[in-house]
């Protein structure tokens, strides 16, 4: 399952999610024209990249903004951003431009030290903004539950779009981390499974004083789990391909 949108289109513009966009793909298009060059991408990571066993002897903190910014590959940094367009826009929205910024940081923080936590002895460089963005879905799951997100399904040759509620999608995903992080190998690097579990929780609970402050429960029933605008209509349109039929 992978998400492709929500129904759910901001009714402001989301100036701080538009700009972490552009920040993180400027970033990386400084960089991709030396991604096949191993010594320049060393000297890159081992300067911004977060080393749990750095902080683990008390310096490279700075890491924990710097390398939010920072991703491996193509596939790494595309999958990133299209977590960020489909969930941050509402959540700007709930929060506001400010609030958001610093909400989005703390959550990367937050899932850097969850990383570190769990890997203290760590010496493979993690980056990526997924931490972070974790977050945001973690907020997005609190404040829009019953929201429809469009999963692109396959399995095998049988492929479709199917819209569900964002809870069970974010829920799934949650799940997909937490048990990552239990069966992976610590300190063989590949995905930052508990950093994107902390992030996810650590948005849950940055964002529950907001939750709570729009009525927590009352806040559900007055917006029935939705963001509060009308949701976007879809409709898949149907192929240009001629067809030929069996006689």
């Not at 903004?65 to 193509?74: K, N, R, V």
């Not at 999958?79 to 989005?104: A, C, S, T």
């Not at 929201?147 to 396959?154: G, K, P």
Request: aromatic content about 16%; glycine content about 10%; some cysteine.
């Amino acid at each position: 399952m992978f998400p492709i949108r929500d129904h759910n289109p901001s009714g402001k513009v989301p100036f701080v999610t538009y700009g972490l966009m552009i920040a993180n793909i400027a970033i990386f298009l400084s960089y991709a024209g030396a991604l096949s060059d191993a010594r320049v991408i060393y000297q890159l990571f081992d300067a911004y990249a977060l080393v749990p066993a750095r902080l683990g002897a008390g310096y490279g903190f700075e890491a924990l903004l710097t390398s939010q910014f920072l991703h491996a590959g193509w596939m790494h940094l595309i999958g990133n951003m299209l977590f960020l367009f489909i969930f941050g826009d509402n959540v700007e929205e709930e929060l506001g431009h400010l609030p958001f910024l610093l909400f989005y940081l703390a959550c990367g923080v937050a899932a850097g030290l969850a990383q570190v936590f769990f890997e203290p002895g760590s010496a493979v460089p993690m980056v990526g903004a997924s931490g972070a963005i974790a977050g945001v879905m973690g907020a997005y799951l609190l404040l829009f539950p019953k929201a429809r997100v469009d999963i692109f399904f396959f399995f095998i040759v049988f492929f479709r779009i199917l819209p569900i509620p964002a809870w069970i999608m974010l829920i799934l995903w949650f799940a997909l981390q937490f048990f990552g992080g239990l069966g992976a190998t610590p300190n063989e690097g590949g995905t930052a499974y508990w950093a994107h579990a902390g992030g996810f929780l650590a948005g849950l609970a940055l964002c529950l004083p907001f939750w709570l402050r729009r009525g927590a429960l009352a806040f559900w029933d007055r917006t029935s789990g939705h963001p509060p605008h009308p949701e976007a209509r879809y409709r898949l349109s149907d192929s240009r391909l001629p067809k030929v039929r069996r006689r």
